[in-house]
């Protein structure tokens, strides 16, 4: 059984920065690629970003040239710097694993995590 547990949310005034981290439990997390998405009240759940088994990544528009994906396989953990937080930055983040990932999509998997509040406010 896979779990994703994910950490690092909290409240951050506009311009800071924040880490979030995702956990899984299981086996198949090198192998396999992942993805973070926010969602934000009475909003559908979106993608923010992507990373393939191999490292490559792909970004939703709104978040590039700010946020960064990153996986270290050794710890089966999966990171989403966000730096430069805007308040439209503010939702709950899920990670997602197993999912279909291309140069320029990524479909999600089966797996999510419970999600952690991010709120971007002065």
């Known amino acids: 059984q896979v779990q994703l547990v994910e950490s690092g949310g909290g409240l951050v005034q506009p311009g800071g920065f924040l880490r979030l981290s995702c956990a899984a439990s299981?086996?198949?997390?090198?192998?396999?690629?992942m993805g973070w998405y926010r969602q934000a009240p009475g909003k559908q759940r979106e993608l923010v970003a992507a990373i393939s088994s191999g490292g490559s990544t792909n970004y939703a528009d709104s978040v590039k040239g700010r946020f960064t994906i990153s996986r270290d396989n050794a710890k089966s953990t999966v990171y989403l710097q966000m730096n430069s937080l805007k308040p439209e930055d503010t939702a709950v983040y899920y990670c997602?694993?197993?999912?279909?990932?291309?140069?320029?999509?990524?479909?999600?998997?089966?797996?999510w995590g419970q999600g952690t509040q991010v709120t971007v406010s002065s």
């Open positions: 997602n694993l197993g999912g279909v990932f291309s140069g320029s999509y990524y479909l999600g998997g089966r797996y």
């Open positions: 299981g086996s198949i997390f090198s192998t396999n690629a």
